[in-house]
C-alpha cells in the first residue's frame, strides 16, 4: 500500500516535533511547515494526503492559508484538518467555513489524535477504492440497486434520500454546505423549500437509526462514522 503523506502546519517546534515523531512511528511520511506562506509551498510540493494545520500563526493565519489551499487544483481532495488551541465555536465555523474536513482543539492527546488520523485517512481509502458501492462500518451503500444495509437490515430508499445519504458518505468528515447538497442532490433548476435538507435528513436518521449524520448549524452536515 502506498505511504500516505501528512503535512503539518504549526508556528510551535515542539508540537512539531512530537507530532512528527508519532506520525512517522504510525509509518507516515511527513514534512512540516512553520506559517502558512511556507505550507502552501510545501503542499503543492508534496501533495499530502492530510494536513493538519493551526489556526495562529505568523505571516499568513491558518484560515486564509485554508482558503488559498482550496483554490489550488491539485489539493481538492486533501484532508484539511484544523489542530488549534482555539476552541470557541466562531472559530470552529470559521475553519469548516474556510474549506476543513474537521476541527480538533490541540488538548487532545497524541494517541487518540493519531487514532483519528489513521480512521479519517482509512475512511477516505474504503471510499476512493469504489466508485459505486461505500462501506462505512456496517453501513453499506449500493448505488447499483439504490439499496442500503446498516447491520445486516437492507432499505430501499426514495430516490433524493438515497442521493442525499450517497453524498455524505462520499466524503466522509467533509462538511457539506446547504447549497452545494441543494446543486448535488437537487440542481440548480429545481426550487424546493429551506427546511427541505433538514426533513431528508431527519428522514434518514429515523429509518437507519444514524446519529452520525451531524449537524453544523448555520452551515450543513457531515457524516462521522467511527471503526
Given at each position: 500500500?502506498?505511504?500516505?503523506?501528512?503535512?503539518?502546519?504549526?508556528?510551535?517546534?515542539?508540537?512539531?516535533?512530537?507530532?512528527?515523531?508519532?506520525?512517522?512511528?504510525?509509518?507516515?511520511?511527513?514534512?512540516?511547515?512553520?506559517n502558512g506562506n511556507e505550507g502552501i509551498e510545501k503542499a503543492k510540493e508534496m501533495l499530502p494526503d492530510l494536513i493538519l494545520l493551526d489556526?495562529?500563526?505568523?505571516?499568513?493565519?491558518?484560515?486564509?492559508?485554508?482558503?488559498?489551499?482550496?483554490?489550488?487544483?491539485?489539493?481538492?481532495?486533501?484532508?484539511?484538518?484544523?489542530?488549534?488551541?482555539?476552541?470557541?465555536?466562531?472559530?470552529?465555523?470559521?475553519?469548516?467555513?474556510?474549506?476543513?474536513?474537521?476541527?480538533?482543539?490541540?488538548?487532545?492527546?497524541?494517541?487518540?489524535?493519531?487514532?483519528?488520523?489513521?480512521?479519517?485517512?482509512?475512511?477516505?481509502?474504503?471510499?476512493?477504492?469504489?466508485?459505486?458501492?461505500?462501506?462505512?462500518?456496517?453501513?453499506?451503500?449500493?448505488?447499483?440497486?439504490?439499496?442500503?444495509?446498516?447491520?445486516?437490515?437492507?432499505?430501499?430508499?426514495?430516490?433524493?434520500?438515497?442521493?442525499?445519504?450517497?453524498?455524505?458518505?462520499?466524503?466522509?468528515?467533509?462538511?457539506?454546505?446547504?447549497?452545494?447538497?441543494?446543486?448535488?442532490?437537487?440542481?440548480?433548476?429545481?426550487?424546493?423549500?429551506?427546511?427541505?435538507?433538514?426533513?431528508?435528513?431527519?428522514?434518514?436518521?429515523?429509518?437507519?437509526?444514524?446519529?452520525?449524520?451531524?449537524?453544523?448549524?448555520?452551515?450543513?452536515?457531515?457524516?462521522?462514522v467511527y471503526i
Amino acid at each position: 500500500m502506498k505511504q500516505k503523506k501528512i503535512l503539518l502546519i504549526d508556528d510551535e517546534p515542539d508540537i512539531l516535533e512530537i507530532l512528527s515523531y508519532n506520525l512517522e512511528k504510525e509509518g507516515y511520511e511527513v514534512a512540516t511547515a512553520t506559517n502558512g506562506n511556507e505550507g502552501i509551498e510545501k503542499a503543492k510540493e508534496m501533495l499530502p494526503d492530510l494536513i493538519l494545520l493551526d489556526v495562529m500563526m505568523p505571516e499568513k493565519d491558518g484560515i486564509e492559508t485554508c482558503q488559498e489551499m482550496r483554490k489550488i487544483k491539485e489539493l481538492q481532495k486533501t484532508l484539511i484538518v484544523f489542530l488549534s488551541a482555539r476552541s470557541e465555536e466562531f472559530s470552529q465555523l470559521a475553519g469548516f467555513q474556510a474549506g476543513a474536513n474537521d476541527y480538533i482543539v490541540k488538548i487532545i492527546k497524541p494517541k487518540v489524535l493519531i487514532s483519528k488520523v489513521n480512521a479519517l485517512l482509512r475512511l477516505t481509502s474504503q471510499v476512493s477504492n469504489s466508485s459505486q458501492n461505500i462501506e462505512l462500518g456496517d453501513l453499506i451503500i449500493n448505488k447499483d440497486n439504490f439499496c442500503v444495509s446498516k447491520g445486516g437490515q437492507q432499505f430501499m430508499l426514495p430516490k433524493k434520500e438515497f442521493n442525499l445519504l450517497y453524498l455524505l458518505a462520499s466524503n466522509t468528515e467533509k462538511v457539506f454546505k446547504r447549497d452545494e447538497i441543494l446543486e448535488k442532490v437537487w440542481g440548480n433548476d429545481v426550487i424546493v423549500g429551506e427546511r427541505t435538507i433538514d426533513v431528508h435528513i431527519r428522514r434518514l436518521r429515523e429509518k437507519l437509526g444514524i446519529d452520525t449524520i451531524q449537524t453544523l448549524k448555520g452551515i450543513g452536515y457531515k457524516l462521522v462514522v467511527y471503526i
